[in-house]
């Protein structure tokens, strides 16, 4: 039987009590690369009593908001296209569906075409100053499990941030008080002299992480490869292959000393992968886009509880020949390279470099996922984000926690994600996007390169 998902009922929730009016400043970095919403789903195992969850989750929701009152606010536009976060207690939108399947017809929950209707839909039609910045959706499933979906928007916040407000929500829904209170003051990511209004240069070539990426030889756009038809696929790696992967990574001396991480190593296999599945010219050039969270590297560190985006894109490079030929010491080296030039001197450069720009709608993805036109980290690039380190697993809104948890459906041409499984036994699960006439190149190199 065709598993059905049916629409009951959509409507806004507001935070409880009244809480500020007014705009509040946006970073750079919460105006530029993707700001468009960043759909995730948690799956609950079958429930004998579902009774309440619906009023038990819009009723946490609304408390949650008053200190996270910017998530029940509005986008609007300003000159050169930045923008603005109107404060307004406009709400977010949330969705209360049903199935007449069982959650157990998903499987290990690899990515499939009921993931479309499990998550909010976004409709990019309306004016973004009529966009909920959080959509949640809710699908009960006829065996009494259930699915938890929530698509934020990208402008307001971060991975981590994300995952604070959705913790301090699952929080709440529990009947507990909030653990670590948010807040938005942007200045913790500004230079001294920024925050003193002053004109600042630190300007060293942070420029070059703006540019778009390298094309495949003899292309002068993307447009012909962004048509190939692409597909959604999940790998997994056990403990014993990733430490097997940074035992091969670690037989050079590693760059700086430190032996290379596991998103370091994994990323590496990849990258290398990918680029051996493209069969590449020697002198093609790829990049690999790494999101670096600088939290910790700003002057002071950004503290625990900061709202929004506190991530840079930067890019590895390498000639696919060099990658193929030489040993994954090599890319995990590139790799290194890049998130090594992401210091607090960098963040303040790339963000002067952006405010002295007119224009920055070229630097933001602004279609939704699933576009064709959508980010492009295709042939001949690739971008691996980490989940690894941040607390997905564990949201127990009151029913127990969750079985397993995923992005929603994203299948851009290289584009790759990997996170922890839930087990606890150290497996790492990799998504990626990639082209069919590669994937079973990819699967065979993928496997036979970590022996």
């Excluded at 009922?9 to 705009?23: A, I, M, S």
């Excluded at 995952?163 to 807040?183: C, D, N, Q, T």
Aim: glycine share 8%; hydrophobic share 35%; with cysteine.
């Amino acid at each position: 039987m065709k598993m059905e998902i049916r629409s009951k009922t959509t409507f806004l929730v507001k935070p409880r009590t009244p809480e500020w009016k007014g705009y509040l400043p946006l970073s750079e970095w919460d105006q530029t690369g993707n700001i468009t919403h960043v759909p995730t789903i948690y799956f609950f195992k079958p429930m004998r009593d579902l009774d309440g969850l619906v009023e038990s989750l819009t009723d946490s929701l609304s408390r949650v908001l008053v200190p996270f009152y910017p998530v029940a606010g509005r986008l609007r536009w300003a000159e050169g296209g930045r923008l603005l976060l109107e404060c307004n207690s406009a709400g977010v939108e949330f969705t209360v569906a049903e199935s007449n399947g069982g959650i157990d017809q998903l499987g290990d929950f690899t990515p499939c075409p009921e993931y479309v209707w499990l998550v909010p839909e976004v409709d990019y039609c309306r004016p973004i100053w009529e966009l909920p910045l959080l959509l949640v959706k809710v699908v009960v499933f006829e065996c009494g499990g259930f699915t938890l979906s929530f698509s934020m928007s990208h402008a307001i916040g971060d991975g981590p941030s994300a995952l604070h407000f959705v913790s301090e929500w699952a929080r709440m829904a529990r009947g507990e008080p909030l653990k670590i209170p948010p807040y938005f003051d942007r200045d913790v990511l500004a230079s001294p002299a920024g925050r003193n209004g002053l004109h600042n240069l630190y300007l060293t070539g942070p420029e070059v992480e703006f540019a778009h990426p390298p094309l495949l030889l003899g292309q002068t756009d993307s447009v012909e490869e962004r048509k190939k038809e692409t597909t959604l696929f999940m790998l997994k790696l056990t403990k014993s292959q990733v430490d097997r992967l940074k035992d091969k990574a670690n037989q050079l001396p590693p760059r700086n000393g430190h032996p290379y991480s596991r998103y370091e190593c994994v990323a590496g296999h990849m990258w290398r992968c990918v680029t051996k599945a493209r069969k590449h010219e020697p002198n093609q050039q790829t990049t690999l886009a790494v999101c670096v969270d600088f939290r910790n590297k700003m002057r002071p560190p950004v503290g625990q509880g900061y709202f929004g985006n506190a991530v840079l894109d930067v890019r590895a490079r390498s000639y696919s020949g060099d990658l193929v030929s030489k040993s994954l010491g090599y890319a995990a080296s590139r790799i290194r390279m890049a998130i090594d030039k992401v210091t607090c001197e960098y963040v303040w450069s790339a963000a002067e470099f952006l405010r002295q720009q007119p224009d920055w709608t070229i630097f933001q993805d602004l279609h939704p996922q699933g576009s064709h036109d959508g980010p492009f980290y295709g042939n001949p690039n690739i971008g691996v984000v980490s989940w690894l380190t941040l607390p997905m697993q564990g949201q127990d809104f009151g029913w127990g926690r969750e079985v397993f948890m995923a992005p929603g459906n994203h299948e851009f041409d290289g584009d790759t994600l990997i996170f922890a499984a839930p087990d606890g036994t150290g497996t790492i699960i990799a998504l990626l996007g990639l082209q069919v006439q590669h994937l079973d190149d990819f699967r065979k190199y993928f496997h036979e390169d970590i022996l």
